[in-house]
């Protein structure tokens, strides 16, 4: 038996860094997806094939003691695989079930870009390993366990991009004491984006830890900033639902200051943020973590122009459609 499954790559709209201490998030699934296909074995192994990971072609065994064999020779496979391994590990503790799996991943967009594949990877993991043991699990169950497992393997992670990736849409998240606060945001008009990106050259782990100790220093300051952040989210929530544009563009230039001001945009990101505006674009930030990646420019009826703009600041861009479905199964062959 075989199961495919896949899961959504994320963008973030606003709120980003402060969702880490608790404000709400808004971000969006996209049109570009990452693929988990999964087959039994019979000797309690799991076997991983990455494909477009970060490193390309990566073999890894999982012996059911818990050893790693590696099947080709690359030096970064180890982080690689680290959701993967951490996925099955959690999900199979939840189900309490220990079959061997052989998986296989694929994704068609560019990975530990920003574009939310540790999370698209982590719920299709889940999803593809409980399907192919013949278990069911509801979308909370799957959102819950691919946020530990970004949780336990980046230490500090909000449930933003795990949600996305589940339910799909375009949402707003905020974190609570106990589950997180996840409801659908209802467009009053189009949001015609562009995405750009640039190759990232620290981790969100990293990005995190260094807000976190800029925070340890100006602690006050820091968190007038997490709050400016919290603040602007709710506005943007409230614009984007009227269908106020110009707002929500506005909006995305304060919050690409604030990120700004916590020192996590780069020369690269900046430059691709400044040409899309100068092309035409009503709102310009940095999403994700920052430290190059992703960038999201709000461009209605430029998004040509935005485009062009965005490649000859030397970045790539991508013209996606938003809030596809979340993570589905794509493929069952008995
Ligand atoms: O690195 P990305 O694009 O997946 O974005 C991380 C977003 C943060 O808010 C910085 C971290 C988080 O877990 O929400």
Not at 205 to 220: F, G, P, Q, S
């Amino acid at each position: 038996m075989k199961v495919v499954v896949s899961a959504p790559g994320v963008v973030k709209f606003f709120g980003e860094h402060a969702v880490v201490y608790g404000t709400g998030a808004i971000a969006a699934s996209i049109d570009k997806r990452l693929y988990v296909t999964a087959k039994l074995r019979t000797n309690g192994e799991v076997k991983i094939a990455a494909y477009d990971l970060s490193t390309h072609g990566v073999i890894v065994t999982l012996k059911p003691n818990g050893e790693i064999v590696v099947g080709t020779d690359y030096g970064k496979v180890i982080p690689a695989i680290a959701y993967v391994r951490k996925a099955i590990e959690l999900t199979r503790e939840y189900l309490g079930e220990r079959a061997g799996v052989e998986l296989e991943i694929k994704s068609d967009m560019p990975v530990g870009a920003g574009l939310g594949t540790s999370a698209a990877v982590s719920v299709a993991t889940v999803f593809a390993y409980a399907t192919i043991t013949g278990h069911e699990l509801e979308k909370r169950e799957i959102a819950k366990l691919g946020h530990r497992t970004e949780l336990t393997v980046q230490g500090a992670a909000s449930p933003m991009d795990t949600a996305v990736a589940t339910y799909g849409g375009l949402l707003y998240i905020k974190p609570t004491s106990s589950s997180p606060i996840i409801e659908p945001v209802k467009k009053g008009a189009e949001l015609p984006t562009v995405i750009g990106y640039v190759k990232r050259v620290a981790t969100t782990k990293e990005l995190v830890a260094w807000v976190r100790k800029l925070r340890d220093r100006y602690t006050k300051l820091v968190d007038q900033i997490i709050w400016a952040i919290g603040e602007l989210v709710e506005r943007a929530r409230v614009a984007i639902e009227k269908g106020e544009l110009r707002t929500v563009g506005e909006l995305m230039n304060i919050n690409h200051g604030l990120l700004e001001a916590l020192g996590v945009s780069d020369k690269r990101l900046n430059d691709m943020v400044y040409a899309a505006r100068m092309a035409g674009a009503i709102g310009a930030k940095l999403s994700g973590a920052g430290g190059g990646g992703c960038m999201l420019a709000l461009a209605p009826n430029r998004l040509k122009e935005v485009a062009t703009a965005i490649a000859i600041a030397n970045g790539t861009p991508i013209i996606t459609e938003l809030g596809v479905e979340g993570v589905r199964v794509e493929k069952v062959e008995k």
